[in-house]
């Protein structure tokens, strides 16, 4: 009985570390390179280049859906390439 009680630690032991390790990835993954703009939307608008958004307090021009599909409040990481 000890023996069944070992071999189900160790088993939901490795299924922890791999789960942990799914959750470290998908974080290396998501997260902002230097080269993305990240911060919270603080505004937007439109003018006769771009619609823009306003990412703590900077203008930067985006594609439709992004302009209309956000919200000010929202955190937000633009990426450039």
Known sequence: ???RQNIFLFF???WSQKKLGIIYL???IT???PDDI???ITGF???EDCLFI???GERHCVDASIYYESEIG???CLEYS
Do not use: F, V, Y
């Open 26 to 28: 998908t974080l290396l």
């Open 1 to 3: 009985m000890k023996n």
């Open 74 to 76: 929202d955190a937000i």
């Open 45 to 47: 608008g439109a003018d």
């Open 38 to 40: 990240c911060g919270t």
């Open 31 to 33: 997260s902002c390179t």
């Open 12 to 14: 939901n032991l490795l």
């Open 54 to 56: 306003r990412i703590d």
